[in-house]
């Protein structure tokens, strides 16, 4: 247990180091670029409208003192640092008053109620059959799966998400393409807006769903064909052991601990296309939210969906990182 | 089993959190509904509407269209009852002879959502509120212009201005949008930096029925006591119900109105318009045939930064414009489907009558000095051969009355002349070896166009065409990509030649001031400093200064203005500041599946365009089509 301590302090300290380092090039980042929140929004409230130049210049001085945007780099900076420990990413320039933390508030749930879902779906569904197709090998149906997870794996998310779009939006417009719940449902909890909820995720889990599954199955078929050559596992079916003990409890508990390790890895890349499935989708989650920062210069709800981004993602590696000598008694720790 | 314990409480959680913000109104029948874009898109903090607060908040989402009301109206095609409307005023401004006062008479009997009336207190607070706080939307503006407001009686505001100001009523007439005039018994007491005005009290014929807590939709609903409303004049509005949403990216918004789940879609691009055109029959747009597209009262140009030694001779500026073919402009950024100009007026609203028509023989016999030859370079066919160009491949979709092609394609342009082109540069000490331009300084003349990218992705093609054609010329001419970059360069005036827009009018009223007033000398800034709106290119001319102040002379509707107005096209053609190309088309596409009487080109008795609050006018034509 002393060994798991120092462990758990390493990988904590690497979680925070990583954590550390994220926000703080996050933070250079947006603040150094040529977009000033405060220039991109005169710019927008000037371009259909009000263009007295003296009120202009006046308003562009008052927006910056409102703001706080003309203080020095390295006092934003520490005064972020400062916030942030207290989950306080201060007010969204583009949306002002509205605390950051509101907004993000408020659409992490859907992002992370479809990113998780759909994530442990591929995840669970792709080493099942990955599992079951590499240990029986001339299974018919586990062979055409394996061909079409394969020919759905090289393929880009956008385009995934695209081709359903067509599909079920257009041609056979049986699902909705749009938003995260129907206006037609009545918002609260009852089982109309839960369907609704459902329905409406089916197309961007579906696309996440689809990218990922690929990889699981063709991971987990392979290690399963390298292990039941294995002479454990031989001896287990000489011995009289009932096949699906052996799938169980031989094969894919020793096969499952790399892709433990490989959903820790892919977290950040899930995350990534995530983004883009719920800006095709609309769907109303962090990534939507995380581009109107962009497209508004607003450093303030840039910097929170990062923010929580990085901290998502290095908690969830720390998590796997730390429950994995757990259910893997061959890991040693000294 | 243990897959659904972990997904059990996750998709719990994600119930609970919509369900905090659930609202409590039933969802509004389909046919009762007009569902509209909004292309502000998915708005984050849906819960504000406090839209005298500056930011991206939500404004298009039905906001300023359907709930709020101001003093006047000027409508950016013809108007209802004219392009002038008198909305809360019941009159025109009123100034003293010189411009240091400008009274507002208010129309009675109009009342706020919650059955307040409508009276000159809240004018006055408006007012004193911008006065008092910096950091509101128009504070500055307030600040710089009102010395006090007073009411002499409940339906009379008198506002004492600092300085002279003859277009001081601009700030309270909706162009695209206007100062809005706050409910007093609401914003009384509130912090208006913190105040989130939700539910907002309205002045407009709807009120706020529901909306998406995640900011995709908003439904409006007409108010009960929709004739205590300044829009009751024109009659009783159409829809029930209205919402502005959020229907994706341009392929969805297609996809949407192929459905008949989006009745008005904001803006798509040519080829989505071209798709609609062909399999949504129920679709309309505002040509009943190409170029279908919205001319908006904004004229995209190449901009030239003035600031820049290679730029400051009118010949190489006259040469590059005589470098263009822009029937392949039309092409490659709208497919054909542009509204040319060849001076700095938008072919859009009443601006022909006053501009273009009167000005054509002018532009037709204007004579330009290569140097070696004098030429006429006007062509006033060269919309008629856009149209020509396009027949064989678009048929009967293409008009064939010449007043329909020059409202659709628009007038005359400058004919490419390479020749005169040459000529001119050499004029200006240019030399021409092996084909390449070089300046008087013996360096290549290359030129940077910088282009949006994909936020603009029409503007980005005329930029890579005419990057394209100077190149072909013997200029080392480029598309520079800025991407998110383009304004923040653009203010900073940090770059060489841009595709934008200096040039924005009323679209139905011929006064210039709009954009004009802010090219005055005056508010140039130095190298490397932010330039104010709008005058882009950073052109200083005491000929046009001298017409700038003149203007600001002259009253508003005063035809002393429309003359200026002329003078200043004049001005512009001999100097070429920018060089001009068409108006910004935007493809509204309506859909007559549930509603019918949309404004067209054939009935322009508003803008179509759903964003501009002028779009409220179209409410009392549209009548439901399923009852």
Redesign the interface.
Known sequence: MHGYGIYLLKRFAQFVLVVFIGISLTFFITHLTPIDPVDRMVAGMTTFGQSDPEAVEAMREALRALYGTGAPLLDQYFEYWGRMLVFDFGPSLSSFPTPVSQLIGRALPWTFGLLATCTLIAWVLGNLLGGLAGYYRNNLALKTFGVVAMGFHPIPHYIIAFLLLILFGYLWPILPISGGASQQVERGLNLPFVLSVLKHSVLPGLAIILISIGSWFMGMRALVSNIVTEDYVVYAELGGVSRRRIMRSYVMRNAIAPQVTGLAMSMSGFYNAAIIIEYVFSYPGLGRLLIAGVYAGDYGLVLGVTAISIVAVSAAVFLIDVLYPLFDPRVQLS | MK?AR??VP??A???????V???D???PPRNQTLIVENPQ??I??A??FNLW?????GVSTGLHQLGMDTFWYIDPDHGLDGVWDNSLAAEPPIYNEDFTEMTVKLRQGIYWSDGVEFTADDVVFTTETHLNT??L?????Y??NVESVEAPDPYTVVFHLKRPNSRFHALFTV????AWIMPRHVFEGQDP??FDFNPPVTLGAYKLH?Y??????F?WEKREDWERTTIARFGEPGPQYV?Y?????P??RV??Q??HELDIIHDVSPEGMFTLAKDSPSSIAWFDGFPYAHPDPTLPALIFNHQLEKFQSADVRWALALAIDIKAVSMASYRGAATISAIQIPPTGTHPQYYHEPLTEWLTSFELDTGQQVIRPYDPTMGQQIADMLRPTMGDEIPTDPQQIAASFGMGWWKQDLEAAAQLLEKAGFTRRDGEWYMPNGERFSIRIMVEGDGRPVMTRAGTMVAQQWRQFGIDATAENAQ??F???R?SGDFEVCISWSV?TWGGHPDLS??L??WHS??VAAPGE?Q???NWQRWSSPELDAIIEQIREVPFDDPRGVELGQEFVKLTVREMPTIPLMSYNVFTVMDETYWTGYPTAADPYTNPVPNWANSRYMMVRLRPTQP
Do not use: C, K, Y
């Open positions: 897959l972990l997904l996750l998709a959680a994600l119930f609970l959190s919509t369900a913000h659930a609202q109104a039933s969802p898109g998915t984050p903090n819960d504000s607060l500056p930011g991206l908040r910096d950091g939307l128009r504070s500055s503006s600040q710089l162009r695209w949008n206007a930096l913190q529901s998406d807590p995640n900011g995709q939709w439904t919402t949403v959020d229907p994706g990216p392929d969805r996809i949407a192929m459905n998110a970059a304004f923040p360069r203010e924005e709009f954009f007033d802010s005056d508010f932010i104010p709106p709008r």
